[in-house]
């Protein structure tokens, strides 16, 4: 089993920052294949960043060039920081882990159906 552990929501103007971090605990498959997932009201889950085979990071098109994934191996944490934060940011952020040691297809990186495991979510709400 795999615990995740959202934490670093919370409200902020537009143009600001946040950083968000998720702790994986239990048996993390070498905590490889995580990704951040963010749901808005009344609007399906989507992929917003994933770690491919090579530990690089992929990006949805809304969040490229804005928001930064990077892990910390040693504590088995994910970050997702988040800069010039707008209005369309705000959702509930989940962080999400794949249970097996393979990794998805490249062009399925952001895709629901690719992760077994879920956090609780933190919430990002950005005011204009």
């Known amino acids: 089993q795999v615990q995740l552990v959202e934490s670093g929501g919370g409200s902020v103007q537009a143009g600001g920052s946040l950083r968000l971090s998720c702790a994986a605990s239990?048996?993390?498959?070498?905590?490889?294949?995580m990704a951040w997932f963010r749901q808005a009201p009344g609007k399906e889950r989507e992929g917003v960043a994933a770690?491919?085979?090579?530990?690089?990071?992929v990006y949805a098109a809304s969040v490229r060039g804005r928001f930064t994934l990077s892990k910390d191996n040693a504590k088995n944490t994910l970050y997702l920081q988040m800069n010039s934060l707008k209005p369309e940011d705000t959702a509930m952020y989940y962080c999400?882990?794949?249970?097996?040691?393979?990794?998805?297809?490249?062009?399925?990186?952001?895709?629901?159906?690719?992760?077994?495991?879920w956090g609780q979510g933190t919430q990002v709400t950005v005011s204009s």
């Open positions: 999400a882990q794949r249970a097996s040691w393979s990794p998805p297809l490249p062009v399925r990186l952001l895709h629901i159906d690719e992760y077994n495991y």
């Open positions: 239990g048996y993390t498959y070498g905590s490889y294949y």
């Open positions: 770690l491919d085979m090579a530990g690089n990071p």
